[in-house]
């Protein structure tokens, strides 16, 4: 299998000694507070969103936010710039990541905040993830290849060293090659299950997703967990056995979950004295989502903080 090219740069740094410097300029916890509105769902260019770490804070930023999480999938890389340019700004950042997980047929997102980024347990599965998504995409652009003129070496021109790679990363080369107009119209298209490329790639079960998280002094939430159609709501007995090994809470506030969904698990979520949370799942250019479209509210992130253990935020 052919990896990713390295390049020179920030991340060819020795990755483990980044969170490290992350944690070492941590200010005093017990004199600082972080200020709303807060919005704990964004991705940068270290996987599938378009800006670098810091773009993405100035982003946030311009749209009003004043605290942030980064949750790059399968990766905590980008913490280290984020939380610089957070700083600059005046404004807490929340360290996370969101976990890709398989239930059944179903990839199920489970976002861990503040968990301790050197968890030699959560570390492997995400390596194993990352390695396996990078065959998985091969797979998928060897077999568009034979239909359409489309090359590893697209792909490859579409991400950053490195980085998580997923189907986006297949949109933007099918966009550069003129095949299609942008990343949704892809997703509509080519990447569909239905036109018969789509490969899954390697994710641990949701129970495990969540164990990894917790055990790593991590807060777990499943993200968007009630999208219509494919990716549908896990089973509520599921969920309960998710809650009942550590789960935090639900992304509730969030644009692809539907309407009913949102209702059923706000009673849940009373009902077992959870998180909820809102975000924009911001990508950049890759998606319509704007930062802070959605937020969570400052009760909601105290008690996330309170829960954590594995880090702490970077106050301003
Ligand atoms: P993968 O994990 O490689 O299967 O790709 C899934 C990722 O594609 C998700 O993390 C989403 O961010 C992104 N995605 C899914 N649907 C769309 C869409 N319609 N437009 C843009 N990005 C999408
Ligand atoms: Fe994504
Ligand atoms: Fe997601
Ligand atoms: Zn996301």
Redesign the pocket.
């Known amino acids: 299998m052919k990896s990713l090219p390295r390049q020179a740069g920030l991340s060819s740094r020795a990755p483990a000694l980044r969170p490290a410097r992350y944690a070492r300029r941590m200010a005093p916890e017990h004199s600082r507070r972080f200020v709303g509105p807060a919005d704990l769902h964004l991705?940068s260019n270290h996987?599938?969103g378009t800006e670098a770490p810091a773009e993405v804070v100035r982003q946030a930023h311009a749209h009003g936010l004043r605290t942030i999480a980064l949750t790059d999938?399968d990766r905590t890389t980008g913490w280290g710039e984020a939380a610089e340019a957070t700083a600059a700004l005046g404004m807490t950042f929340l360290p996370g990541m969101?976990l890709?997980a398989k239930h059944d047929w179903r990839?199920v997102?489970v976002l861990g905040y503040l968990f301790d980024p050197d968890d030699a347990a959560l570390r492997a599965e995400t390596d194993r993830i990352r390695g396996d998504?990078i065959g998985?995409?091969e797979r998928i652009v060897r077999s568009i290849g034979r239909d359409y003129d489309l090359h590893w070496d697209d792909v490859l021109a579409q991400t950053t060293p490195d980085a998580t790679?997923?189907?986006?990363h297949i949109?933007d080369a099918l966009v550069a090659r003129g095949i299609v107009r942008d990343?949704?119209e892809?997703?509509?298209g080519i990447l569909h299950p239905r036109e018969g490329y789509y490969e899954p790639?390697y994710a641990p079960d949701p129970l495990t997703a969540v164990r990894l998280i917790t055990d790593a002094g991590g807060v777990a939430i499943i993200a968007h967990p009630v999208t219509s159609g494919r990716d549908r709501m896990m089973p509520m007995s599921f969920l309960e056995q998710l809650i009942d090994a550590g789960l935090g809470g639900f992304e509730i506030d969030h644009r692809e979950n539907t309407e009913a969904g949102k209702a059923l698990l706000r009673e849940l979520a009373a009902r077992r004295d959870l998180i909820v949370t809102g975000s924009s799942?911001y990508?950049g250019s890759?998606?319509p989502n704007r930062p802070g479209e959605n937020t969570t509210s400052d009760e909601m992130v105290e008690r996330l903080i309170a829960r954590a253990s594995g880090t702490t935020p970077r106050y301003p």
């Open positions: 991705h996987s599938d999938h969101e890709s990839s997102h998504r998985r995409a790679v997923g189907r986006p949109a990343r949704t892809a997703f509509d790639h799942d990508h890759g998606k």
